[in-house]
């Protein structure tokens, strides 16, 4: 017997038909797949059979029970139908399990131990060295899914891109191998000044992340709708500069990424005169700068890196260049620390491995041969981009995403005050309960709850990856999950 079945159901909005005699059977323990693009239907079928949306003719059987459009006893049917809404439909302070568990410990009074015992496990992720899936005592091998997940629309937006620049440099460090010591004035909670410019994006997660290290974060709104506000915000920024012990640039896409370039904006008010002469006194009194991303080519373009000072800009400098693929990129990537000799990395080992987000349109560190080998010697060069399974430095895509020269992906200046980085490291990226140990390379355990011996339908993609050419819109069955 059916545990759902669904008999030319139909739904309209208005005169747009949504929902054209759909007809399907659910047995019990079977996991149906829902597939399809945007807009085509699955979360109002799904609504439809949890009574959250009305039917315009049809019948839905749940258990037995026949549901038509002048059903009225829905309260007594949702208490045997389990729903997982879209994540903007869940509650964020409470873990995946949690959202589940609440439906029958509120509508039923159940107690969270007994209905946890009902847990059964679909399976378990590991580390896949040996490069396949298993799904039922079936062998998947991730390439293949990989490849039918990409190589449909890959010559209209490849994921990889062969580097521009491809020689690596392997030189030494000629300064004694040491971590730097803060000089800068002792205090139990240092002041960070993160100034916004119009279009930075990621105050609110820098600011997050000094908080939580025990920092009195400050803003400044730099305005620039006319010239007073201009000069005016010149002034406030300098103030502001002059009372911390930490300036912060965040990223983000200074006015647009223009003119020509990302950046630029902020670079022009880092020499200012004012803004530059208190930036001098900042490094002076062992102050510390940082630049994550746009805060990063700002630090660039400006001459503080890697050079240490404002207004050092010359033909052979540095710059940060529009990736090789020719448009943003969005990812995971994995890097290696490659010095100490900054406070910003005393925390930190030389061959040290991050896997951390980046999100950037121009990201490409571009930079001579000469000044690359004096960056090297220099112990100024703080992150490369690593190969993660083989922990190489690597020119190729898509680790190094952006086909920076020489694998760099962070900088310093020559005495450490000043890190430039292009990753993100955004907390965004790390809500409350949503945790991967990395290093540990921990077990996730995917848990899937059987409540109420109800059929959870789960729209997952695995079918989708293993057959590309289906028809999307149709219902697939995937049996035995």
């Known amino acids: 017997m059916s ?58 059987y749940i258990d037995g029970t026949k549901i038509d459009k002048d059903f009225k006893e829905w309260i007594k049917i949702r208490q045997k139908v389990g729903m997982v ?64 997940n990409t190589e449909r629309y890959s010559k209209v937006y490849p994921a990889t891109m062969a580097a521009s620049h491809k020689k690596m440099m ?13 000089h800068g004035e002792p205090v139990e909670h240092p002041v960070v000044f993160i100034p916004v410019f119009p279009g930075t994006n990621c105050d609110y997660d820098t600011a997050k992340a000094f908080r939580k290290a025990g920092a009195e974060v400050r803003f400044g ?23 911390c012990h930490i300036l912060a640039l965040a990223g983000g896409f200074s006015a647009g990424d223009e ?8 670079a ?23 630049g994550i991303c746009n805060g990063f080519q700002a630090l660039v373009k400006s001459g503080l890196l890697p050079y240490g000072k404002t207004g050092m800009l010359t033909k052979d400098s540095p710059t940060l260049f529009r990736n090789d693929i020719n448009r943003h990129i969005s990812q995971m990537v994995t890097t290696r620390v490659s010095t100490t000799r900054s406070p910003w990395l005393a925390g930190m080992n030389e061959g040290d491995l991050h896997t951390i987000a980046v999100s950037h349109g121009e990201g490409k560190f571009v930079v001579n041969e000469a000044l690359a080998r004096e960056l090297f010697e220099n112990g100024q060069v703080a992150f490369q981009y690593v190969n993660p399974f083989t ?91």
């Open 259 to 266: 003119p020509d370039g990302s950046g630029k904006f902020i």
């Open 391 to 481: 922990e190489d430095v690597t020119m190729e895509s898509p680790y190094n995403p952006n086909g920076s020269f020489y694998a760099i992906e962070g900088i310093i200046s020559p005495d450490g005050q000043i890190l430039g980085k292009i990753c993100l490291g955004n907390p965004a990226f790390y809500q409350r309960r949503i945790e991967v140990g990395l290093e540990q390379r921990k077990r996730l355990q995917v848990v899937i709850l059987q409540l109420l011996n109800a059929s959870l339908l789960l729209p997952v993609l695995i079918q989708c990856l293993l057959q590309p050419d289906k028809n999307l819109r149709q219902l697939l069955r995937v049996d035995g999950l």
């Open 221 to 243: 709104v730099f305005c620039n709708l006319t010239a007073e506000d201009v000069r005016r915000s010149i002034r406030e920024m300098s103030r502001n500069i002059s009372e």
């Open 268 to 290: 022009n008010v880092l020499n200012n005169s004012e803004v530059s002469a208190e930036i001098e006194k900042l490094i002076a009194r062992g102050g510390l700068i940082l």
């Open 85 to 148: 809404f879209q994540s903007y439909e869940l509650f964020e302070h409470l873990s995946v399990e949690e959202n589940i568990l609440l439906a029958p410990m509120k509508a039923q009074a159940r107690p969270k131990d007994e209905l946890k015992t009902t847990d059964r496990y679909l399976g378990t992720v590991t580390d896949g060295e040996d490069g396949y899936l298993r799904i039922n005592g079936v062998n998947i091998s991730v390439d293949s899914l990989m490849k039918a």
């Open 3 to 60: 545990i759902l079945k669904l008999e030319h159901l139909r739904k309209f909005y208005g005169t747009h038909e949504v929902l054209k005699d759909i007809n399907l059977e659910v047995a019990k323990s079977e996991v149906v797949v829902i597939l399809g693009p945007s807009g085509c239907g699955k979360s109002t079928l799904l609504r439809c059979i949890n009574g959250l949306e009305s039917i315009a003719s049809g019948a839905i």
């Open 170 to 182: 392997n030189v030494q460090s000629g300064a004694p191998a040491r971590k730097a010591k803060y």
